[in-house]
């Protein structure tokens, strides 16, 4: 009898194993199956104007002008330049943010650069811009602007850098990819984002989930623009490493720039952030 039970046991343990088993598979399906269509609200975090957006609308502030531009699709995105010279003929630097940054937050410390005028657009959804944002109507709408500014007779079209922050250093380097950038500067950028989700979720079949890609990696060898990559010590949402294998891949001149006990997002806090780059500008003259 006791080895009648006994063999029972031992047939129900691999029925066990086979359940648990179909429920973990069931399990990790569901959480791709999620993080596929709910991976635009992990990605993108559209920000409301900010109060300075607001002041300066309110006081035609001189120098900024509002600009909305409409897209081939028409969809209408708003945005700035900042004029910061009074010659016939600007040099032009266009910044693209942060995931999570309305970019008028930007106006006061881009109006400091000398010699070099900005333009500054907020994505599809953010500040007042029109519409969902999303990899490929960023990319489509980089070109856009380029475009719009390089036929602007108060713009030098031989003398228009592009910048980048975060997830717009992957816009900064699909742009420079596609038009001719006179410079480049990335702030924290990363390699590919497959790569960054990749280390933060291994279990994650990121090619098969990722809609959103953001290659520049793979866009940086044929890329021969002057680079400027500033990084945070402490970035722990990218990385320096994933800086570095950009940098290794760049197809021009390269300058690596680490602050030291900055993170992702206190980076732009310090006075030596904003002088490295106008320093690199005024070289790009």
């Known amino acids: 009898m006791r080895k009648i039970k006994k063999s029972i046991k031992e047939n129900k343990i691999p029925g066990i194993i086979l359940k648990a088993s179909a429920m973990i598979i069931i399990l990790y399906i569901l959480v791709c199956t999620a993080l596929y269509f709910y991976q635009d609200k992990l990605i993108f ?88 944002t999303g990899e490929r109507t960023m990319f489509s709408d980089a070109l856009e602007i380029y475009d719009y500014f390089s036929k602007r007779e108060d713009i030098d079209r031989n003398n228009i850098a592009v910048w980048g922050r975060s997830i717009g250093t992957g816009v900064a380097a699909y742009l420079s990819s596609q038009r001719q950038a006179s410079a480049v500067i990335l702030t924290s950028p990363y390699d590919s984002l497959g790569s960054v989700v990749k280390e933060k979720m291994p279990f994650l079949p990121v090619g098969l989930v990722l809609k959103h890609r953001f290659d520049s990696i793979g866009r940086a060898p044929s890329i021969k623009s002057p680079l400027l990559i500033i990084v945070g010590s402490e970035d722990t949402t990218i990385p320096a490493w994933h800086s570095r ?19 992702h997002n206190s980076i732009s806090k310090t006075d030596g952030y904003w002088n490295r780059v106008s320093d690199f500008l005024e070289k790009q003259q």
């Open 45 to 132: 975090w559209p920000q409301q104007l900010s109060d300075e957006a607001r002041s300066i609308s309110a006081v035609k502030k001189s120098g900024i002008e509002e600009l909305e531009l409409k897209m081939k699709d028409g969809t209408v995105i708003r945005g700035w330049f900042v004029k910061n010279n009074g010659n016939e003929k600007t040099n032009l630097l266009i910044y693209f943010g942060g995931n999570a940054e309305e970019v008028s937050r930007n106006l006061n410390q881009v109006s400091k650069f000398q010699n070099w005028s900005v333009a500054l657009f907020n994505y599809r959804g953010y500040g007042a811009s029109e519409g969902t």
């Open 245 to 263: 294998k950009l940098a290794e891949r760049w197809g021009g001149k390269v300058s690596f720039q680490e602050i030291i006990g900055e993170d």
